[in-house]
């Protein structure tokens, strides 16, 4: 994801669902975020965990998506027209099908993996993880491709991230 484009106004999902079908933006507190195209060689990361994934969680309750798949994450209990953080994971896994719809996932899903480039260090270490631990995701997946490592983050009792896992990644990651 990009963050280098950033729009001053405040949007809702509303807002966000009318926007052209080719552009790709994440609201994160009512803040539109421009997505840049992803490299070859993030798409081959997302392919290959994305696959991984999914033959870990055969027979099991849970579903991996890919991005674009949106996350709606509201704040409390308002209507999706009135959600002001909508993000696209590079990978969601949901256990909970009961927050599953036609539009995607509202609420917080178990576990959300972000492939980092460039453009979106900054978003996904700082903004995007503290978000997604404010809204209760158990386990936040942040993997470097380039530099090779990933960070796991997982929920504590007291629904904080404590320290995060650092894994280095010298051959091919694999789940499970």
């Not at 320290?163 to 694999?174: C, R, S």
């Amino acid at each position: 994801m990009s963050a280098a484009e950033q729009i001053q106004a405040r949007y809702t999902y509303a807002d966000y669902a009318k926007w052209p079908e080719g552009e790709h933006w994440e609201l994160v507190d009512g803040v539109a975020y421009a997505m840049a195209a992803p490299s070859r060689q993030h798409q081959e990361v997302v392919l290959e965990l994305g696959s991984q994934i999914l033959q870990h969680l055969r027979g099991k309750p849970c579903r991996p998506y890919v991005a674009p798949f949106d996350v709606r994450l509201p704040r409390q209990q308002e209507a999706d027209d009135k959600v002001d953080t909508t993000v696209q994971p590079d990978i969601t896994v949901v256990c909970d099908r009961s927050k599953l719809d036609d539009k995607g996932c509202r609420g917080a899903p178990d576990w959300i993996v972000e492939v980092v480039s460039p453009s979106s260090a900054l978003m996904d270490m700082e903004k995007k993880r503290k978000l997604y631990e404010r809204h209760g995701v158990k386990e936040y997946w942040i993997v470097h491709p380039t530099d090779r490592w990933l960070m796991v983050y997982t929920l504590g009792e007291d629904d904080k991230y404590g320290q995060f896992q650092l894994v280095g990644l010298d051959e091919p990651a694999t789940v499970g």
